[in-house]
T-cell receptor, first 113, second 111 residues
Framework: GAGVSQSPSNKVTEKGKDVELRCDPI?????LYWYRQSLGQGLEFLIY????????KSGLPSDRFSAERTGGSVSTLTIQRTQQEDSAVYLC???????????FGDGTRLSIL | SQQGEEDPQALSIQEGENATMNCSYK?????LQWYRQNSGRGLVHLIL?????REKHSGRLRVTLDTSKKSSSLLITASRAADTASYFC???????????FGKGNQVVVIP
């Protein structure tokens, strides 16, 4: 597609449920990033995929968070046993790699009740 | 640790005026980037300035970088109502393109 696509755009779920957030990067982009944006913490890096290399998971806040990127394209961010503090906007970005601007999707707004 | 940090001020200006916002960071960088975010949308890349560059222009935008002071500024000239948005600086520290963002500056341009 023309840009980074994220789905769903909004997700409301109950505390304790698992959620999956999807990101379709720009075709041909080798690098994919997940960030979280919340009022209290600003924009936080979560995880980074580059080609076939092992992902940089250093920003994941807990072991309830995981992400995968299948076939070097689509990525899924999974949050297990959601907590209220997980409520935030989850943004995905992609680019051609190091030193290049990142292209962002519009994010998934996650609300945990 | 937080790298890019904008001056925590909200700007409210009249259309046609210039808007300037600043960003400081703590450690050496490979590049510094500015992004814009409209309400409810993702971030849009504006300008990337590398550590060996001092100034860069793109249309009505001018970015400066002072590595000795570890600071950058974004100037929007002849502002328009459509420039109303939040502006973030971000630094690429480790060369892996993992960005550290500042908290953002909210700019309101009054028609």
């Amino acid at each position: 597609g023309a840009g980074v696509s994220q789905s769903p755009s909004n997700k409301v779920t109950e505390k304790g449920k698992d959620v999956e957030l999807r990101c379709d990067p720009i075709s041909g982009h080798t690098a994919l990033y997940w960030y979280r944006q919340s009022l209290g913490q600003g924009l936080e890096f979560l995880i980074y995929f580059q080609g076939n290399s092992a992902p940089d998971k250093s920003g994941l806040p807990s072991d309830r968070f995981s992400a995968e990127r299948t076939g070097g394209s689509v990525s899924t961010l999974t949050i297990q046993r959601t907590q209220q503090e997980d409520s935030a906007v989850y943004l995905c970005a992609s680019n051609h790699g190091v030193g290049q601007p990142q292209h962002f999707g519009d994010g998934t707004r996650l609300s945990i009740l | 640790s937080q790298q890019g940090e904008e001056d925590p001020q909200a700007l409210s200006i009249q259309e046609g005026e210039n808007a300037t916002m600043n960003c400081s960071y703590k450690t050496s960088i490979n590049n510094l980037q500015w992004y814009r975010q409209n309400s409810g949308r993702g971030l849009v890349h504006l300008i990337l300035i590398r550590s060996n560059e001092r100034e860069k222009h793109s249309g009505r935008l001018r970015v400066t970088l002072d590595t000795s002071k570890k600071s950058s500024s974004l100037l929007i000239t002849a502002s328009r109502a459509a420039d109303t948005a939040s502006y973030f600086c971000a630094t690429d520290v480790g060369g892996n393109n993992r960005l550290a963002f500042g908290k953002g500056n909210q700019v309101v341009v009054i028609p």
